[in-house]
T-cell receptor, first 110, second 119 residues
Framework: DAKTTQPNSMESNEEEPVHLPCNHS???????IHWYRQLPSQGPEYVIH???SNVNNRMASLAIAEDRKSSTLILHRATLRDAAVYYC???????????FGPGTSLSVIP | DVKVTQSSRYLVKRTGEKVFLECVQD?????MFWYRQDPGLGLRLIYF???????EKGDIPEGYSVSREKKERFSLILESASTNQTSMYLC??????????????????FGAGTRLSVL
């Protein structure tokens, strides 16, 4: 399975943008990039996904490098509620198993 | 919104007890999953099911079994609980799209988790 690497932790000030990076240098042409986040004492929740083009939704934006070997999840204005562990995951077309790495623990400072 | 409900948020059991963890989803999803989450080890897949009465082993099935008698319900069973099964247990569900849409549509929806302590 293709792997992803993320920083263990990041900090952001409240109401400032946050850029969470993810490297996936062995990504295949059919892999989608998915992001989930896990709030304290909750199960993971889906945030956003994309294949080649940048994507926006109500929660976040996803910027995908032209060579697709890296991507960045962008939270436009961090709030205290955004403090969570963020997971970057590759989803293939062949198998529905989700492989979660350790993710990035985001702290938001008031 | 998709809702995945786990029957208990917290559970305390004794070594050797038989433990049932229940999970129900309300979106008619074909696929259901059980994970456990431990500090430093991330989420690990225990069992999953693609259809009623169908089950497949995940990465760490030892000491566990599952039951899926109805589409909306997936149960995890600890036949004889042991202290090393103290963990957070997470249930998830997803649609089963055609393989050419799998990357696009394979969003998993998780329950809030059950924190199980085995004493």
């Amino acid at each position: 399975d293709a792997k992803t690497t993320q920083p263990n932790s990041m900090e952001s000030n409240e109401e400032e943008p946050v850029h969470l990076p993810c490297n996936h240098s062995t990504i295949s042409g059919t892999d989608y990039i998915h992001w989930y986040r896990q709030l304290p004492s909750q199960g993971p929740e889906y945030v956003i996904h994309g294949l080649t083009s940048n994507v926006n939704n109500r929660m976040a934006s996803l910027a995908i490098a032209e060579d697709r070997k890296s991507s960045t999840l962008i939270l436009h204005r961090a709030t205290l509620r955004d403090a969570a562990v963020y997971y970057c995951i590759l989803r293939t077309t062949s198998y529905d198993k989700v492989i979660f790495g350790p993710g990035t623990s985001l702290s938001v400072i008031p | 919104d998709v809702k995945v409900t786990q029957s208990s948020r917290y559970l305390v059991k004794r070594t050797g007890e038989k433990v049932f963890l229940e999970c129900v989803q309300d979106m008619d999803h074909e696929n259901m999953f059980w994970y456990r989450q431990d500090p430093g080890l991330g989420l690990r897949l225990i069992y999953f099911s693609y259809d009623v009465k169908m089950k497949e082993k995940g990465d760490i099935p030892e000491g566990y079994s599952v039951s899926r008698e109805k589409k909306e319900r997936f149960s995890l069973i600890l036949e004889s609980a042991s202290t090393n099964q103290t963990s957070m247990y997470l249930c998830a569900s997803s649609l089963s799209p055609p393989s050419w849409l799998a990357g696009e549509k394979n969003i998993q929806y998780f329950g809030a988790g059950t924190r199980l302590s085995v004493l």
